[in-house]
């Protein structure tokens, strides 16, 4: 059974940090991109960061946000620092076919995770 967990949401201050984890289980973790997706209140869902070999940014986000993957753990973490209230939303995790073009691999993902919620605000 595929599972994408997400974790590591809360409460955080402006200008704060958290890290988001995404466990994986039930398909080939290391052949597949991996990708990090936010639906802010009222807005479309996005997709913001994305891993495979190589590593993809939104303009939103770049310069603050770090996504990382560890194989040995079917893990992937985004880390988030520089926080802005824009950035509060429940973020998603989701796994598909290892495109080259990143932009392209999170408009065609496959296995989705439930999300977690991040709050920025003082």
């Known amino acids: 059974q595929v599972q994408l967990v997400e974790s590591g949401g809360g409460l955080v201050q402006p200008g704060g940090s958290l890290r988001l984890s995404c466990v994986a289980s039930?398909?080939?973790?290391?052949?597949?991109?991996i990708g990090w997706f936010l639906q802010a209140p009222g807005k479309e869902r996005e997709g913001v960061s994305c891993?495979?070999?190589?590593?993809y940014y939104a303009d939103s986000v770049k310069g603050r946000f770090t996504i990382s993957r560890d194989n040995a753990k079917n893990t992937v973490y985004l880390q988030m620092n520089s926080l802005k209230p824009e950035d509060t939303a429940v973020y998603s995790c989701?796994?598909?076919?290892?495109?080259?073009?990143?932009?392209?691999?999170?408009?065609?993902?496959?296995?989705w995770g439930k999300g977690t919620l991040v709050t920025v605000s003082s």
């Open positions: 989701a796994a598909g076919l290892p495109y080259s073009d990143l932009i392209q691999a999170l408009k065609r993902m496959d296995y």
């Open positions: 039930g398909f080939n973790f290391d052949y597949y991109a």
């Open positions: 891993i495979n070999g190589n590593t």
